[in-house]
Structures are given as C-alpha cells and as structure tokens.
C-alpha cells in the first residue's frame, strides 16, 4: 500500500490545493452580487444542484453503481435522467468507470488514482491533478460490456445513455428559460444560464473530480480499506454524503457513507425517505457489527 507524503511542504502543498479554488467561488458570489447574480438566479441554481447532485450520489452511484437499494421503475429511470443532468457522462460510462475505480482502487488499472506517479511532492501533486481531471483527457473509457453488462442490459437505462446528449441541452438551457420567464427579460436568461447552467455545472463537477483526488490524499482513515481512500468532512454537504469515502470503500454496497456520529449524508437521507414512501426496497444500511470489525486499530 502506498504511503501519503510526510513533508510539512507536501502537506501545505497539498492543502493549497485543495482550499484555495473554494476560495476563489466564495468569493465570486458576494463580488458578483448586484453585478448579474439575482435571487432568481440562486434559486435555479440550488434547485439544480440539488436535482443534479442528488442524481449522482444517490442514482448513479449508490443505486446503479452500487446496488445499495432497489428502486422502482419510475424512480431508476428518474434518478438516472437526475445523473445526466449533471453532465458528467452517461450513465452507463459513469458506471463503468466507477466499477472500474473499485475493482484496481490505488492501483494499476485505476482509471484515477491519485497516486498513480508516486509519493513525492511532486508525484503526489502530479497524480492530483491527473485524478482530478487530467484522467478525462487520456480518454482511457472503461469497457461497458466488462464493467456494466447489467446496465448494457437495461433497455430503460439504455434509452437514458442515448437521450444523454439532448439532456445536456435540457440541463444547461432550462435555467435560461426559466429565468427569462420569471425577469421577462434576455439579461435575465442569460444571467440565469451562467450562475445556473454554466456555473452551477462547474462547481458539482469540481465537486466529483474532488472525491477522485482530494479523497484519496487528505483526510481520516478510520476504517480499513484496500486502497488510500479517506474520509474529507469539509466536503460532505457538497458532494451529499460521497466525501465520507473511507466510509464507502470500506463497505462499497452501503447506502451509507456517513457512518459515524455527526457525518452528515444528504444521499442516504433522500434514500431513506424513498424507502419510507415505498419506492425503495432492500436498502443495504450498515451493519454495527460489521462496521466494528473495519475499524482500524
């Protein structure tokens, strides 16, 4: 198993990148505010943060990924139109990419691991940007016949794969259209297009990459895993739960990932209210038990 940099300037090397770009957005809002940034548009662009990220974590990842629960047709066929929305791939290829992630974690094979160059400063800092984003531009796809044959199977998630590029349109255009309505003017569209579409797009993404390659690097690990994976709280609200990614590589197929006092985890949440109204079925919640025999000593 690869160990993390011990250098007092990785450590600061590393924490500059994780906080700074974070920085950079919350200080953008308040700047921007009075200066194309509305109420409107903070509305929309919550409303489709939360309709896209919550498609993620709890649809591409927990349930088509993962199996964490079984969902009704109408809901799978929902969460996986959510996920899309989220343009970060299809969600056959999201799939096949993660199972992928899971089956050579750390390792040669990982699409996106961030210790893929060493563990120097420099290596580290290299892998970071590679998990971060630069994987995407090596195009190494996984194979969906190898990695998702159960979603290649899926006539309804097939049809969602094939509808992908027509969401993307859906996902960066309805925020312009709804804004136009509600201000009656073009400013207003194209103002609710950047914060809602454009930016609002760029922040979940950044969000993704960053349980890719911060959460591999910094961060708790209070539980066994094969691999770096760890534990990033300042995350947690943001990605619904996903930063708890010690947590998840713990015990991939559960449907939670906060397990420990006090770890907020919107995604299980939202589960769990699917499961209270019937929509949901065979969740796999953690096991104390089992839970107990991953902790590390």
Request: aromatic content about 10%.
């Amino acid at each position: 198993m690869l160990a993390a940099p011990q250098s007092r300037a990785g450590a600061i090397a590393i924490w500059i990148f994780v906080v700074t770009p974070f920085i950079g957005l919350l200080a953008a809002v308040p700047v921007a505010w009075g200066w194309g940034l509305s109420g409107v548009d903070v509305t929309l662009a919550i409303t489709t943060y939360l309709i896209s990220g919550f498609g993620i974590a709890a649809g591409f990842h927990r349930h088509l990924t993962h199996g964490s629960f079984k969902a009704r047709r109408g809901l799978r066929v929902a969460l996986a139109v959510a996920g899309s929305l989220a343009v970060e791939g299809s969600p056959t290829q999201w799939v096949a990419n993660h199972r992928r992630h899971h089956a050579y974690s750390d390792r040669e094979g990982d699409p996106h691991s961030p210790w893929r160059y060493g563990t120097s400063v420099s290596a580290v800092l290299k892998g970071l940007f590679h998990a971060h984003i630069g994987w995407m531009f090596r195009r190494e796809l996984s194979n969906r016949e190898r990695f998702a044959p159960d979603l290649v199977a899926d006539r309804d998630i097939q049809v969602v794969d094939r509808l992908f590029g027509p969401l993307v349109a859906v996902s960066l255009l309805t925020p312009a259209l709804v804004g136009g309505l509600v201000t009656g003017t073009w400013a207003g569209a194209l103002s609710a297009f950047f914060w809602a579409g454009l930016v609002r797009m760029a922040v979940l993404h950044h969000v993704t990459w960053s349980v890719n390659s911060i959460c591999h690097v910094v961060g708790d690990r209070p539980f066994v895993s094969k691999d770096r994976a760890t534990n990033f709280w300042p995350l947690a609200i943001l990605s619904f739960g996903e930063s708890w990614h010690n947590s998840h590589h713990a015990d991939p197929t559960g449907a939670r990932h906060g397990v420990l006092r006090g770890q907020i985890d919107p995604a299980a949440r939202l589960i769990w209210i699917f499961e209270k109204l019937g929509l949901a079925r065979d969740v796999r919640w953690p096991v104390p038990e089992r839970l107990a025999a991953k902790r590390a000593r």
